[in-house]
């Protein structure tokens, strides 16, 4: 290992300040992997991380007036003494090959190095452990829990920096360790290219229930007022669907139900002009029972949303399979380990009402007992998911995001350990930290993900 500094003065179990030997300046940089073995306890490992690295000068100091500044030219001729600062946030400690908690202080004058991801090898054993990339500096692979996929897993990144390419390492990755996947391809082009068995969301029947909270949004109707006669209609519709006829067939409902006429009425005429004869052709096609798509045997099953326009229809065609999952295992009694994968998920779990949001919240909350469990892909966190859904996530990969507020959001339910904003925003594709659940280590590890094929 390379020796790269000296603990100083000041540290506790949550911080240890050290000072940078000017010999190693050069390695030490933010998120480098580092340990720190204490003069009082030899044998043990304190695992940590570098942050908040500071250069420092003993005389040219921030708010006092020095000659160099008048003067910058005697800096060529003065005294100056440079020296680099940081703090080592402690994740854990090693001691003969396990991994421990950090219960003391580590002694003033301990030494401090660039740890070899090589001593971490044998730290985390067991086939439960799944790897999607490497530590960015030390290049330890850190194994991932995927036992804690039940928690449900959360990307988050801004444009470009590789979260599909993430979330199919992930894939590929439960897929391997016999988990059915079943992914929600929002445009089609980040998953449907790369796996075999992919399905149309255009042949997806939307069971009737969930096709009345369609044909509001289409047809701008308001739900109090028409749901229910429209989930009565949907149930009892026979024979080819067409507009003129669903519109004629609504209308009869209302009537047999003792609706006011000019209720009636206007039901049929928003059904006329604002849904389009194309949305009722398009559901003659939708043959296949979402209990079908849940019955293919291969994983992971991508369906390819693209081929759907609405977003209210593909949000229903996420709420059918989800909740048709949610069915079987209530009907079966027994878990189903399966993972959805919702791409673009400030489309179908956003702050406010959707088709999908229900069964997805439904998911997070009460999932992990019966074996469902979510990853959710999105630009960003606050104002794009639902509190209530994010909250409930416990593992979380993060890139760079587009708002400072997104950090505060995931810091208000996971312990970031002081990751510097600045570092954040400096990330480049393929770098992401993980947090929560599925990291043994708990608080975030800067990864570069892997490459996939």
């Known amino acids: 290992m390379r020796e790269l500094g000296i603990v100083v003065s000041g540290a506790t179990v949550s911080a240890i300040p050290v000072q940078i030997y000017r010999s190693a300046e050069r390695y030490a940089v933010e998120e480098q992997l580092v340990g720190v073995i204490d003069r009082e306890n030899p044998g043990e490992i304190v695992v940590g991380f570098l942050r908040r690295i500071t250069k420092l000068e003993p005389v040219m100091k921030e708010r006092v007036r020095t000659p160099y500044v008048?003067?910058?030219?005697?800096?060529?001729?003065?005294?100056?003494?440079?020296?680099?600062?940081a703090i080592v946030k402690p994740y854990m400690t090693i001691k003969d090959g396990e991994v421990r908690e950090i219960t003391h202080v580590v002694t003033p004058g301990s030494r401090v190095y660039v740890l070899d991801a090589s001593l971490l090898g044998g730290a985390f054993r067991g086939s439960h452990y799944i790897h999607v990339g490497t530590h960015k500096h030390s290049g330890w692979p850190l194994p991932l829990d995927a036992r804690y996929i039940t928690h449900h897993v959360g990307v988050f990144g801004a444009t470009g920096m590789g979260k599909s390419r993430l979330v199919r390492v992930l894939i590929d990755e439960l897929t391997a360790r016999s988990c059915r996947v079943v992914v929600f391809d929002h445009t089609g082009v980040d998953y449907a290219p790369y796996y075999r068995t992919v399905i149309k969301s255009t042949d997806i029947r939307i069971p009737?229930?969930?096709?009345?909270?369609?044909?509001?949004?289409?047809?701008?109707?308001?739900w109090q007022t028409y749901?229910?006669?429209?989930?009565?209609?949907?149930?009892?519709?026979?024979?080819?669907?067409s507009r003129d006829g669903f519109a004629a067939h609504l209308k009869r409902t209302m009537k047999r139900?003792?609706?006011?006429?000019?209720?009636?009425?206007?039901?049929e005429l928003f059904i006329r002009n604002f849904a389009s004869?194309?949305?009722f052709e398009e559901l003659n096609s939708r043959v296949m029972p979402p209990e079908s798509v849940l019955s293919i045997d291969a994983s992971p099953i991508v369906i390819d949303m693209s081929y759907d326009t609405d977003l209210s229809?593909?949000?229903?065609?996420?709420?059918?399979?989800i909740e048709t999952a949610w069915a079987r295992v209530k009907r079966e009694r027994k878990p189903a380990s399966t993972v959805f994968v919702i791409d673009e998920a400030q489309n179908y779990?956003?702050?406010?009402?959707?088709?999908?949001?229900?069964a997805i919240e439904t998911t997070v909350r009460e999932g992990r007992k019966w074996g469902l469990s979510v990853i959710l892909a999105s630009q960003r966190i606050a104002g794009d998911v639902d509190p209530s859904i994010r909250a409930n996530l416990g593992t979380v990969f993060f890139s760079r995001l587009t708002a400072p507020a997104d950090l505060r959001e995931i810091s208000a339910y996971m312990d970031l350990a002081e990751i510097n904003e600045g570092v954040l925003a400096q990330l480049q594709p393929r770098e992401?930290?993980?947090?929560?659940?599925?990291?043994?280590?708990?608080?975030?590890?800067l990864l570069r993900v892997r490459e996939v094929a």
């Open 257 to 267: 139900l003792n609706a006011r006429e000019a209720t009636a009425e206007k039901a």
């Open 227 to 241: 749901g229910e006669y429209l989930e009565i209609a949907a149930m009892t519709h026979e024979g080819k669907w």
């Open 70 to 85: 008048d003067r910058p030219e005697m800096a060529n001729y003065g005294i100056i003494l440079p020296y680099t600062s």
């Open 349 to 358: 779990a956003p702050s406010e009402w959707t088709i999908s949001k229900d």
């Open 313 to 321: 229809v593909k949000q229903a065609i996420v709420a059918s399979v």
């Open 208 to 222: 009737p229930s969930i096709l009345a909270s369609v044909l509001a949004r289409v047809a701008q109707l308001h």
């Open 432 to 445: 992401f930290f993980v947090a929560g659940l599925m990291n043994p280590l708990r608080k975030p590890v």
């Open 277 to 279: 004869e194309q949305f």
